[in-house]
T-cell receptor, first 113, second 112 residues
Framework: EAQVTQNPRYLITVTGKKLTVTCSQN?????MSWYRQDPGLGLRQIYY???????DKGDVPEGYKVSRKEKRNFPLILESPSPNQTSLYFC????????????FGPGTRLLVL | AQSVTQLDSHVSVSEGTPVLLRCNYS??????LFWYVQHPNKGLQLLLK??????LVKGINGFEAEFKKSETSFHLTKPSAHMRDAAEYFC??????????FGTGTRLQVFP
């Protein structure tokens, strides 16, 4: 089954404690991205990757890092989380160059105290 | 700047009545347009997409949307609302890239 998985699904942490949210897709897609969802703001892109070892900033990259060492994985790293990063995070993937549907992960709800 | 605007943050309808969720996009060049639905505490599900084929697009669960270039609109409609349609709906645009630009969402309430 084609899918995007994220872990953990729920996370409560404290300010400054580094964390990583994993994202994995099984469709051999080149393009992956991370979004955050906040009430009244819709989803905003944090970072994206067009292929292995190719990443770039989206609209709200501050406070986040990503890496793309393998095609299937695209982890989101918060080196020093702050309360304003409390949000719902979605990972997505798509095969570039077509008009294919983007596949979204189930979401990770993060609370930073 | 490329953008998408959902004109209503909340829409309330009675069960069995028509649904209209409005969406306008900025017109740089030919966009791809999508509607996604998010039920409470759930992920995002694609309802339908427009990618320069037929202007009237039929999606899942009885929803459809019409691409109107002259009005730069892509409104979502359904003839008869069900209680299970209560959710948040996002209009999304993509301009020849893989990046999706989301609207701020419309919360649909359906009353019995």
């Amino acid at each position: 089954e084609a899918q995007v998985t994220q872990n953990p699904r729920y996370l409560i942490t404290v300010t400054g404690k580094k964390l990583t949210v994993t994202c994995s897709q099984n469709m051999n897609h080149e393009y992956m991205s991370w979004y955050r969802q906040d009430p009244g703001l819709g989803l905003r892109q944090i970072y994206y990757s067009m292929n292995v070892e190719v990443t770039d900033k989206g609209d709200v990259p501050e406070g986040y890092k990503v890496s793309r060492k393998e095609k299937r994985n695209f982890p989101l790293i918060l080196e020093s989380p702050s309360p304003n990063q409390t949000s719902l995070y979605f990972c997505a993937s798509i095969q570039r160059g077509g008009q294919e549907t983007q596949y979204f992960g189930p979401g990770t709800r993060l609370l930073v105290l | 700047a490329q953008s998408v605007t959902q004109l209503d943050s909340h829409v309330s309808v009675s069960e069995g009545t028509p649904v209209l969720l409005r969406c306008n996009y900025s017109s740089s060049y030919s966009p791809s347009l999508f509607w996604y639905v998010q039920h409470p505490n759930k992920g995002l599900q694609l309802l339908l997409k427009y990618t320069s084929a037929a202007t009237l697009v039929k999606g899942i669960n009885g929803f459809e949307a019409e691409f109107k270039k002259s009005e730069t609109s892509f409104h979502l409609t359904k003839p008869s609302a069900h209680m299970r349609d209560a959710a948040e709906y996002f209009c999304v645009v993509s301009y020849n890239t893989d990046k999706l630009i989301f609207g701020t969402g419309t919360r649909l309430q359906v009353f019995p």
